[in-house]
């Protein structure tokens, strides 16, 4: 935006024309450059499979991430918020597991070419060693590990593009003096940023910024685009099951329009919204007698000004003269290409883990039982006396959710395997390596119906019968099981053998 002054000072755009749109074949004009943004990956290499829609998959990622890059429009790739890892203080028993995650999702990483990186706070906050092992290895640039902030400069095409990594935390002075001190030789300033909204947008007004790619907001949804200052905010959700991306034209050194569907989309949703609230909010005060017909008169003016906002809203978009730009979000479903090389990296560290936890936690028997606990026996002990129950358990989802992870080579993996197993971490149950010789493993009857040693010796000792919503909570969490709803499932459970008398053969 320095560039400006310059321009009308001179009345010439001599020297300020850089990266200036090209003319494609069909006439259209070409992006002058292509940013894709991802924010907040925390470590996912890919999503777990539980739910019914999985996004991501950073083979899934790199697959977009190599379509981008072909080779007409300058593509520059940025990353911001958590890039490693989900939590802070790990347990001990997981440090291994993440810390062979980071260094395959490095490699991965490395192999995208990323322009530049800004570690987020949980990064920042694993042992100073590990940081420094991944660090030292990664070929693409990570910023502002040491100063408030720190500038790599890009050329992509004939753009000369400065990117501003913000510590998280940093003082505005010192990111304000980074930024001015990139504004010269530069076309483009771009800062990453890991914090709150309040924080990005702090960013976004520090005169000389144009993008913000705002980490930290740790949510599913991606925020469209959204004005702070003269800049403008990019985020593209979490765990990489997408990003976002920005095609920029660039002709002046003035702020950009923003001409995505994505933000129309957005606001016409907000200006809806407040239209019925404010609507309603109306019909009500027309009903009581207490409200001021001045006072309702203003907000009938407000009501009417929102609706012209929204009209104008319908109007096909003016194509800018200035500089504009339009972002999408590319989600990345289950069908989604995948970049083959990458998959296997991936095969071969599922692999890597699930053989090292399998050593690592080779002695790691149960918790031992309290003197009022009782045994796990496994779910054939009770097939024993219930075998109708058992021959519907055996084809139900339960039955065969140990094998869902083995053909995954997921089943020692820390992240998987407590959920798909019975009794984990409970006394006398399994762990990631026991599970009674196999009798543990899947979601057993005991995983509803409590341990059952002594009803199994003396079935006239209860064991309990209803399973309440908290006993499938744990599992069925909103994280794993997104459509779960008690009732509904718990339906599907009572069936003949199971809860209602086995059909006669
Ligand atoms: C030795 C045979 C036997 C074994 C083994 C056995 N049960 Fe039972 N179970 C019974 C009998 C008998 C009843 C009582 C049936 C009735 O009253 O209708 C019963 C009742 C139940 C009930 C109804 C609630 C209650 O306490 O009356 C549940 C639930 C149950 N069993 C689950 C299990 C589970 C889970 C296992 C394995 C951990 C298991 N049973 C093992 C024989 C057995
Ligand atoms: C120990 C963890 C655990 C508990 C407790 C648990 N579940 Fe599950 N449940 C699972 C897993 C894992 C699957 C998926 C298994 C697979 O396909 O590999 C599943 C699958 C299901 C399914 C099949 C869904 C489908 O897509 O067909 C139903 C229904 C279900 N659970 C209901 C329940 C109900 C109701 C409860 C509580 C009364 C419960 N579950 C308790 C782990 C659990
Ligand atoms: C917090 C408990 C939990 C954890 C942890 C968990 N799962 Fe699951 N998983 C479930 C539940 C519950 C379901 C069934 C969801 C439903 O149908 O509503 C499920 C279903 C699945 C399915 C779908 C099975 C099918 O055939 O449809 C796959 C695949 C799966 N899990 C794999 C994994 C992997 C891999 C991991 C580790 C990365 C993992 N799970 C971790 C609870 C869990
Ligand atoms: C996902 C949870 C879950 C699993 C796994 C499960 N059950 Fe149940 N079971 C239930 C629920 C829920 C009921 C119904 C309770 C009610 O009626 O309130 C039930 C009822 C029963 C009953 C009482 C039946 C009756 O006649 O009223 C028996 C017996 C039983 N289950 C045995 C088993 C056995 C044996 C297994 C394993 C082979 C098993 N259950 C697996 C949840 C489960």
Redo the contacts with the bound molecule.
């Keep these: 935006m320095r560039c400006l002054l310059v321009l009308l000072a001179l009345g010439a755009t001599a020297g300020c024309n850089r990266g200036q749109s090209k003319e494609a074949p069909d006439g259209k004009p070409s992006p002058t450059l292509r940013l894709a943004v991802v924010t907040d990956l925390k470590g996912y290499l890919e999503p777990c499979g539980c739910t019914s829609r999985p996004l991501g998959g950073i083979d899934r990622l790199a697959a977009q991430i190599r379509a981008l890059r072909d080779g007409s429009v300058p593509l520059v790739v940025l990353m911001a918020g958590d890039l490693f890892f989900d939590t802070d203080a790990l347990e001990p028993a997981r440090v291994d597991q993440a810390n062979r995650n980071a260094s395959t999702l490095l490699g991965i990483l490395d192999h995208l070419e990323i322009d530049a990186a800004l570690p987020g706070r949980r990064d920042r906050a694993q042992p100073q060693e590990e940081l420094a092992r991944l660090h030292t290895a990664s070929r693409f640039p990570w910023l502002a590990m040491k100063g408030a902030a720190e500038v790599v400069r890009i050329k992509a095409g004939e753009l000369r593009i400065a990117v501003v990594g913000v510590r998280p935390g940093a003082k505005r002075d010192a990111v304000m003096a980074a930024v001015g001190s990139a504004q010269a030789e530069t076309d483009l300033t771009i800062a990453l940023v890991h914090g709150s909204r309040r924080d990005a947008n702090r960013i976004g007004a520090i005169d000389g910024v144009d993008f913000v790619v705002h980490g930290g907001l740790d949510q599913d949804a991606p925020l469209p685009p959204h004005r702070a200052g003269e800049a403008w905010v990019l985020n593209a959700g979490r765990q990489g099951q997408g990003l976002t991306v920005v095609d920029l034209h660039r002709k002046t050194d003035e702020a950009f329009a923003d001409l995505s569907e994505w933000s129309k989309k957005e606001r016409i949703r907000q200006l809806e919204a407040q239209i019925a609230d404010l609507s309603e909010k109306i019909l009500e005060w027309e009903r009581s007698k207490d409200v001021d017909p001045a006072d309702l008169r203003a907000q009938s003016d407000r009501l009417a000004a929102l609706k012209t906002q929204r009209e104008a809203m319908d109007a096909p978009p003016r194509s800018p003269r200035g500089n504009s730009f339009t972002a999408r979000w590319v989600e990345l479903p289950k069908e989604a290409p995948t970049d083959q090389e990458v998959t296997k990296l991936m095969r071969e560290h599922d692999k890597a883990v699930n053989q090292a936890n399998r050593e690592a936690f080779a002695d790691l028997a149960p918790r031992p039982l309290g003197p009022d606990d009782i045994a796990y026996v496994g779910?054939e002990a009770?097939?024993t006396?219930?075998n109708p129950?058992?021959v519907?358990?055996?084809s139900?989802p339960?039955?065969h959710a140990y094998l869902t992870l083995q053909t995954r080579n997921k089943e020692f993996n820390l992240d998987c395997v407590g959920c798909h197993v019975t009794g984990y971490d409970q006394p006398g149950g399994s762990t990631v390596t026991h599970n009674l010789k196999g009798a543990l493993v899947n979601?057993?009857?005991?995983?509803?119906?409590g341990p059952g040693a002594a009803h199994t010796k003396n079935p006239e000792i209860d064991i309990v019968?209803?399973?309440p919503e908290s006993?499938?909570l744990p599992c069925h969490n909103e994280e794993h099981s997104d459509q779960f709803d008690y009732e509904t499932y718990?339906k599907t459970?009572?069936v003949p053998g199971?809860?209602?008398?086995p059909v006669e053969p």
């Design positions: 779910s009770c097939g006396c219930h129950a058992y519907w358990w055996q139900h339960h039955g979601v057993g009857c005991e995983s509803c119906h019968e209803d399973a006993t499938c718990k459970l009572i199971h809860g209602l008398p």
